[in-house]
């Protein structure tokens, strides 16, 4: 079955404690990106990728790290969690940045 | 710059009633446009799509039809049932320069029995 599967659905850390949340696709797709989305705001790009060792910034970088040394693998780094990074997190792929984005079911994740 | 705006919700509707979620953008270029449906507890997944104006993408008795003319893709359903409660996002993508999906705020929809 094609999917994005991200790890873990929840999460409550503390302020500064370093995390990751993992992301992958078995599709094949090149591209790849990570959302927030949060109320009011729609979703917003964090980082995005498209293809293995290339990473560029989103919409809303600050706080975060990405790295794409597999195809298939696209974690999300917060190396020093702050409260205003708790937030619903979205990882997607598609085949290219125009077509069908196919997401996972999304990291809610809570910094004290 | 590049924009999507949808109306505001929450949208609140009996069954077998008409839905219009409106959706409008701002865009340089001919982007790609998408609905998108995110139902309780899960991600998004694509509702329907069109890639050019006046294609009319459709799928689980939903329409919207690409208008260049109004820079608009409003969603439609005849009959709405229950079970579409969720949240839409109207989004686009494609914009030269731009790797991404940008997204409208989404709105809320409830389907009351």
């Known amino acids: 079955e094609a999917q994005v599967t991200q790890n873990p659905r929840y999460l409550i850390t503390v302020t500064g404690k370093k995390l990751t949340v993992t992301c992958s696709q078995n599709?094949?797709?090149?591209?790849m990106s990570w959302y927030r989305q949060d109320p009011g705001l729609g979703l917003r790009q964090i980082y995005y990728s498209m293809n293995v060792e290339v990473t560029d910034k989103g919409d809303v970088p600050e706080g975060y790290k990405v790295s794409r040394k597999e195809k298939r693998n696209f974690p999300l780094i917060l190396e020093s969690p702050s409260p205003n990074q708790t937030s619903l997190y979205f990882c997607a792929s598609s085949f290219r940045t125009h077509s069908e984005a196919f997401f996972g079911q999304g990291t809610r994740l809570t910094v004290v | 710059g590049n924009s999507v705006t949808q109306m505001e919700g929450p949208v609140t509707l009996s069954e077998e009633a008409f839905l219009t979620i409106n959706c409008t953008y701002t865009?340089?270029?001919?982007?790609?446009l998408f609905w998108y449906v995110q139902y309780p507890g899960e991600g998004l997944q694509l509702l329907l799509k069109?890639?050019?104006?006046?294609d009319k993408g459709s799928n689980k008795g939903f329409e919207a039809t690409y208008r260049k003319e109004t820079t608009s893709f409003h969603l439609e359903k005849g009959s709405v049932q229950v079970s579409d409660s969720a949240v839409y996002f109207c989004?686009?993508?494609?914009?030269?320069?731009?790797?991404?999906?940008?997204f409208g705020q989404g709105t809320r929809l409830t389907i009351n029995p």
């Open positions: 989004a686009l993508s494609g914009i030269q320069g731009a790797q991404k999906l940008v």
């Open positions: 599709m094949n797709h090149e591209y």
């Open positions: 865009a340089t270029g001919y982007p790609s």
């Open positions: 069109a890639t050019k104006a006046d």
